[in-house]
């Protein structure tokens, strides 16, 4: 459940960042108008549901975490769909840090105490 969280999230941030392009060619005006922003809205609220379903089971410290790989997602998205956007040095070592973060979280979680 949490990585369909994260999925749903990642969508969302996407539809996003269309909404605002959006925005920025047609205007302000478009706002109520604009299914990149309406649907944004639809997959976040999904996203939410899945974690509060997620949260009834686990522990928020473990399941959390895994939320983070959302940031992820989109790094890794984000250059491929908008060409705005770009890979760096910087944001490539941020991927990486939270990708160990959360595998030793992950890990930490399965070991008893």
């Known amino acids: 459940m949490v990585i369909g969280c994260s999925v ?3 969508i969302a941030q996407l539809l996003f960042k269309g909404a605002a392009n ?3 060619s047609e205007g302000w005006h478009s706002m109520l108008t604009n299914p990149y922003l309406f649907f944004g ?3 976040y609220g ?3 549901c899945l974690l509060i379903l997620a949260l009834k089971k686990g522990q928020l ?3 959390y975490p895994f ?3 959302t940031f992820v997602w989109v790094s890794i998205l984000s250059p491929l769909i908008f060409e705005s956007d770009s890979y760096n040095i910087m944001r490539l070592t941020g991927v990486f840090c939270i990708v160990a973060g959360v595998s030793f979280i992950g890990w930490g979680s399965n070991r008893a105490y």
């Open 41 to 43: 809205y639809v997959s």
């Open 46 to 48: 999904c996203s939410t």
């Open 22 to 24: 959006r925005l920025a």
């Open 61 to 63: 410290s473990v399941l």
């Open 8 to 10: 749903l999230g990642t």
């Open 67 to 69: 939320i983070a790989l």
